[in-house]
């Protein structure tokens, strides 16, 4: 296995050869990077997923929300607006997110931040620079658009670009696609204004804080923050009369996941549970019916009594199909919310606010023209 997956690393060479060119074109002005008249930030990574981009947007957005009031940002969640590709569904172009919207429409990341965020504009679309310029026209009283997943998406000139990367696979021990998980070469993270190592332990120690910092190396004008994420109490997908249902020891789980990462989920729930059934597929899945009448099979023929069905929060924007939730509704099935929490909150705070204040000094918002 390991001398074919060499084999890959020809055409690695020359993926990273094409992204460097590219790279080149816009950082000598061949191809043009717009600027916008209002806050852009730019929520991202060097490699394919796992890294934990939506938590962080939602994360974003609680602070900047918590921040407006006292910090004179004025940035409300009716001034906001989240622009994302929309991964994985089934419609193309510009789409701006309702209250009839499925994840079908709009994908599930972007249906996931719809049902937190009712008063966050979300939006989706392929070309970054279209999208914003189709929300200002919607509404110009926006102040502030979050592109998720747009750190390659060089069109778009952002205010302020978070790099994020993964504490178990950072980007400074990965390779380029299809050898190893990188979109682009390791020296694409000068870019970034902030960088966010994820899915740090929480018992992190300093040391290893500092070893990971020498190898990142940043520039001057980058700062390093680290964050982890914190698990919340199930909540019922289908049936909030399940709300009091608790796990022990004694409980079985049966898994079902498709994201880029489980591992860390399902190890969290090892340690609650007395054993955890895994059902895993790829990042953004859409279930058909055959495999959730399989996995209510596997469910339905554990013999404990005391068994649930657990999923992600992204997972379960993709389980409100009128056909899986037949199969489903009548089931004891959760997701578990997470949010992330960046250590030293008050640096990033203040950097963040830093960044902004800068970019606000030469922002005519009253100006804005489409």
Same mark, same amino acid.
């Given at each position: ?70 910090? +004179?940002?004025? @940035? ?56 914003? =310029? =189709? ?7 926006? +102040? ?147 495999? @959730? ?69 030469? =922002? ?7």
């Amino acid at each position: 296995m390991k001398n074919a997956k060499f084999l890959l690393y020809p055409f690695s060479f020359f993926y990273q050869m094409i992204v460097f060119v590219r790279n080149i074109m816009f950082d000598s002005g061949i191809l043009r990077s717009q600027k916008f008249p209002i806050w852009t930030i730019s929520v991202g990574n060097l490699s394919v997923g796992g890294t934990g981009k939506s938590p962080h947007i939602e994360y974003l957005i609680r602070l900047l929300g918590s921040l407006s009031s006292y910090k +004179n940002l004025h @940035i409300t969640p009716e001034h906001t607006a989240i622009l994302s590709r929309g991964y994985g569904r089934n419609t193309s172009g510009y789409l701006l997110a309702s209250e009839n919207s499925t994840a079908q429409e709009i994908g599930d990341e972007p249906m996931q931040m719809r049902m937190k965020f009712k008063d966050v504009h979300i939006a989706v679309d392929e070309k970054r620079a279209h999208g914003i =310029k =189709k929300l200002l026209e919607m509404n110009k009283d926006i +102040n502030l658009v979050l592109l998720d997943d747009a750190y390659q998406h060089r069109y778009v000139k952002p205010s302020l670009s978070i790099l994020l990367t993964n504490f178990y696979q950072p980007f400074y021990e990965d390779s380029m696609m299809p050898f190893g998980t990188l979109r682009e070469p390791v020296g694409g993270y000068r870019r970034a204004d902030i960088i966010i190592v994820t899915r740090t332990p929480h018992d992190i120690l300093d040391v290893e804080r500092k070893m990971i910092m020498k190898k990142i190396n940043p520039f001057p004008h980058q700062k390093v923050f680290f964050s982890s994420v914190v698990y919340h109490d199930m909540t019922p997908v289908y049936d909030v009369a399940l709300l009091d249902r608790k796990v022990t020891k004694d409980t079985s789980i049966v898994l079902l996941t498709g994201i880029a990462n489980a591992n860390d989920f399902r190890k969290h729930l090892q340690k609650n549970a007395k054993e955890v059934v895994h059902i895993s597929y790829p990042d953004h899945h859409w279930y058909s019916l055959v495999e @959730i009448m399989k996995m209510v099979d596997i469910f339905n023929n554990l013999s404990n009594p005391d068994k649930i069905i657990v999923t992600t929060e992204k997972d379960a924007a993709r389980l409100h199909q009128s056909s899986i939730r037949e199969q489903l509704e009548k089931l004891p099935v959760f997701y578990t919310p997470i949010q992330v929490k960046v250590k030293d909150e008050d640096a990033f705070e203040a950097d963040i606010v830093r960044q902004l204040g800068s970019y606000q000094l030469y =922002k005519p918002i009253q100006k804005i023209k489409v």
